[in-house]
């Protein structure tokens, strides 16, 4: 948001999501909705992470236990299936890995510059019980 | 509509407090939250009573304490609703965290103050002690002399407040018990014309508005704190004053009844003259009428807006006079007062400043006699008479024991 | 300016019976003003209730009132509080007792040499409107001494004001203000 003066911007302690008119919010995906750039979807924390999660699908079970925990809504998930990591808005935290329940886990923390080739070319197998 | 609408007298006896509660239902205020408090109970309780007869379209949201019932509010009118409470002294207090958001967040809430003392030693009568405590708060602050005032002044602060070159919040204030619960006669509006003075509420910046979602109470930090709070006071010293005068001429047309930011009287000529709030004023009015039988010129300043203060108005209302007592009804604890404050800054930078002495007065319900003002407009006299000022500038009236004076 | 200071007890209906009073009185074009002071004082606990009538709008607000009239609506009041206190050579008492003029002068000294004026308006109430609330029977002994309306006037504008009450009550009520008005002395 620009250092505008203080006679510049609207009346309040208040920020627009939206610049114009909205609506059908509900049904709109997060991706296609106009945000204005006063809302913090628009600004990405990439840049925070220092260890990224990976999504493997093969052993995904869609329990949705990440898009649960996940502390800033960076769990993509569509129609009740796991898609993927939003990878503007993840800071690295792996309160995601840390709750998957499968075994293998489906999400993993690797280096922030794993590619994701390599990083699935070095997922574990599934760890037998003793 | 789906309430009803009350018949009343063109001159009902009210007192303050009911005066009040029927402004409220005029208005049609859609939500009341709220913690009562003595003396300011019947104005909710009031309200509440309209709301189960059927006489207003609203919601009565009963909270735990004063600090919930102000929260309530700022919900309330973030949400898009026409919202006002009341409260008084230790209630009050404890609603300051809010009042300032309520300001900040620009919500206009109209808050009833009926003012009394501040604890301890506990009270329930009245002084300024919580209208002074209010006064850095970002609101606007009216203050009524008597229950025609706090019936007209509800009115004219919905008019003010939402306007939307103004959305601040206002309290209305009214003397505790001497202002409350003293029945006079008010001329009343009907319903049909008290609510088309203040109109259908137009709502900005509404939560319920789900087209253009907003975010109320946003942290700003250093980047944009100093801005907001500019903006804030840019507004309420040069936006608020002229839309009051507005809204002042407006009512005086519908209902005969002229308000000034400032309340002259008997000021053209006066050589002494007596600033004071609430009451008060009505009293030295009287007083100093019978002052003039007895050949000292005196005259009664009246403040009308307490914020934002009307400092230019003050000092042309002043202008000539050559004796001013400024009276506080709140122990400045160290301080000479802030009337006496206000006042000596509006008159510091002016061609003739006045004689300026400060009293203290009726602290906790103590009366004001007319005794005492006439005690006092001749001690003015006095010092016009020695051409200096011949006791010290800060004066207690009224209080037992040795004479308290200092500076 | 006529001026009127009530000596009652919390709840015996001082505060209604001086806003009572002013509403009537307003309804003939006067200015009126009606107060109390209770503080948060108990039910039964001594208090004062004030109405002011004057032909301008008043703007006095000071507590402190030398009243033309003093009424007295509980018996106890004359012997534990001062009830002469800022009164005028003329002042008048309307003072609610049992005993006759000469009997409560002798149990209160300080009544000597005063227009005293008494009415049983407990005993009134209790046996008409079934409570000892005095407020109103005290109102129809004021217009027996004062003069200031028409009885009948009085009692017309009394239904008005308590017309949100049952009518059993209101009748009660008017019965009380006439006994007051007549049994005055």
Known sequence: MANIGWDEFEIGAMLRTFDGKIDDIAGTLQEDRAYSPNSSFVASVADWRIKKPVFNKDFCIDCQFCWVYCPDLSIIARDKKMIGVDMDHCKGCGICVEVCPTNPKSLLMFNEHTDEETALAQWPTKEEKE | MAFDKMELKDIEVWDGNFAAAQALRQSQIDVVAAYPITPSTPIVEGYAKFLADGYIEGEFVMVESEHAAMSGCVGASAAGGRVATATSSQGFALMIEVLYQASGMRLPIILNVVNRALAAPLNVNGDHADMYLGRDSGWIQLGAYCPQDAYDLNFIAFKVAEDHDVRLPCMVHQDGFMTSHTAQGVHTLTDDVAYSFVGDFKPMNDMLDFEHPVTHGVQTEEDWHFEHKARQHNDLMTKVLPKIQAAFDSFEKLSGRKYNLVESYDMADADVCVVCMGSSVETAREVATEMRAKGIKAGVVGIRVIRPFPFMEIAEALKGVKAIAALDRSSPNGAPGMLFNEIAGALYNTADRAMLCGYIYGLGGRDLTKKHLANLYTELQANVDAGKITTQLQQFIGVRGPKLAFL | ?185
């Not at chain 3, 040499?113 to 005095?134: F, L, M, N, S, W």
């Not at chain 3, 109102?139 to 001494?145: D, E, Y």
């Open chain 3, 1 to 185: 300016m006529l001026e009127i200071r009530w000596h009652s007890r919390a709840g015996q209906g001082a505060v209604t019976g001086a806003k009572g009073l002013a509403d009537v009185i307003s309804t003939t074009g006067k200015h009126v003003q009606a107060f109390a002071f209770y503080g948060s004082a108990k039910r039964g606990a001594a208090m004062t209730a004030y109405n002011r009538v004057a032909d301008k709008v008043i703007m006095n607000h000071e507590k402190y009132m030398e009243p033309d009239f003093v009424f007295v609506i509980d018996p106890a009041l004359v012997y534990t509080t001062d009830v002469t206190i800022h009164a005028k050579p003329n002042t008048k008492y309307i003072i609610t007792t049992h005993l006759t003029k000469q009997e409560l002068i002798a149990s209160q000294p300080k009544l000597e040499g005063k227009e005293i004026y008494t009415v049983d308006c407990i005993k009134i109430a209790q046996e008409t409107i079934g409570r000892p609330i005095p407020n109103t029977p005290m109102l129809g002994a004021f217009m027996k001494i004062s003069g200031m309306y028409d009885i009948e006037f009085f009692k017309d504008s009394m239904v008005r004001i308590l017309g949100k009450l049952p009518q059993k009550i209101i009748d009660a009520n008017m019965i009380a203000i006439q006994r007051a008005y007549d049994e005055v002395k």
